[in-house]
């Protein structure tokens, strides 16, 4: 398989490293990542990754708690899933580095674009912790945001769902699949699948992305090689 893509910003939901579980990691399902994202590096491909701490830390959880200290855990809650994902990678005997938003000096470097931007260029794959670093932005912004600044090719959504509906086929088993749809037209339809400020982002620097489930096969390797998966919205 070729890539069609360079460099790509892959987001992971945090809820979709769980499993069943629905809270923690699923070794069994962080493997899989683990696999798709070596072969994925093998091919020559760039690979920088957010990842959401659903399986943590939902900003949500904080019932009566000041919206800015429940968002700041949740940027704490990250840096667990980047530092089980870089141990993973390595151990499989990919190079990798984590940077964080949030200075944590003693477990990850700090965010520093042409670091991380080099860093990709020698091969290694780069995951980006603590969101934005400031409260009220989802990682899903946080993923637009860095795929702007490493300058990526697309934007790799990998969520629980295997594109972008017009309702939550969760509840509603009549919900209609979207192959393809523009920026304004998600906004416009008030679509909940991706946060509207990533989607605006993504449109003013004109970063595709294309939103695909993650328990699919070889998902992340089909949308890196531009295989018909998931909803690209552009």
Known sequence: M????KRVLLKISGEALAGEG????DAEIVDGIINQIKEVKELGVEIGIVIGAGNFWRGRQGEGMERATADYMGMLATVMNCLALQDALEKKGVPTRVQTAIAITQIAEPFIIRKA???LERGRVVIFGCGTGAPYFTTDTAAALRAAEIKADVLL???NVDGIYDSD???NPDAVKYERISGIEFIKKELTAMDTTA????????TPV?????NEPNSIMRAVCGDKIGTIID
């Open 210 to 214: 294309v939103a695909f489930g993650l």
């Open 169 to 171: 086929p969760k509840k």
């Open 22 to 25: 629905k809270f923690g990691l």
């Open 117 to 119: 931007i080099r860093h």
């Open 199 to 206: 989607v605006s982002l993504c449109m003013t620097n004109h």
């Open 157 to 159: 959504l990998a969520k």
């Open 2 to 5: 070729l890539p069609k893509y």
